[in-house]
């Protein structure tokens, strides 16, 4: 019963609100096991290289569904391989956030992406969403090979906007596709500068799909 659980509280809650609004390089490697390392995050790195995975045995789902269930769901380019267009904007943050964290240690960030769940046509183009991102990553220092403490699994939901919000947000170049790389460099970087790390911010109703 779990499973059709999730699916059909995505459509109430749909429903419900429909009604009441009209240069570091990048390398392929996987991330190791999870395993405890020991030591602390150093307060200063410096992103010298990354290696970005997306695993194939995360499931695609592309059905137009108002909540598609699937690991990847995404919508932003054409149809093709998906995994390959999720690492790619992974990539692009990266990228982006290596030039905002520069700090005297350089290590390698391994990311491992866990679900990339973003809003199918039917949810962009009505009440719009969330995009529902986690990633695991770790650090590595990149002269001694040495991992710099345990991985760390982090959520890093954005708000997605749907019908005119969205449509006008097209129109200023806010692309899903480029929000999203906006939003995982200043993750990325907000991860590896400030004790806390990323704090996802409440987004509303639809969040409580993804926390069921």
Partial sequence: MRKFFKPLMAVILLAALSACSAAPMATRSAMPDDTMLGAALPPDVRIESFTVNVPRSL?????NLYYPIGDIV??????GDRYAQVRAMFESGLRDAAQRVDGPRPVRLDIQVTRFHSLSE?????????????????LVDAETGIA????????????GLGGQAALEAEGRGETQKARIIAHLSRVIVEELTTPEGHVTAKLGLLQAINDL
């Fill in 74 to 79: 995404w919508r932003g380019e054409p149809r």
């Fill in 59 to 63: 499931k695609v789902n592309d059905r």
């Fill in 122 to 138: 039917k949810a962009r183009y009505t009440v719009g969403g969330v995009h529902d991102i986690d990633f695991r990553y770790r």
């Fill in 148 to 159: 710099l403490g345990p991985s760390k699994l982090v959520n890093a939901d954005l708000n």
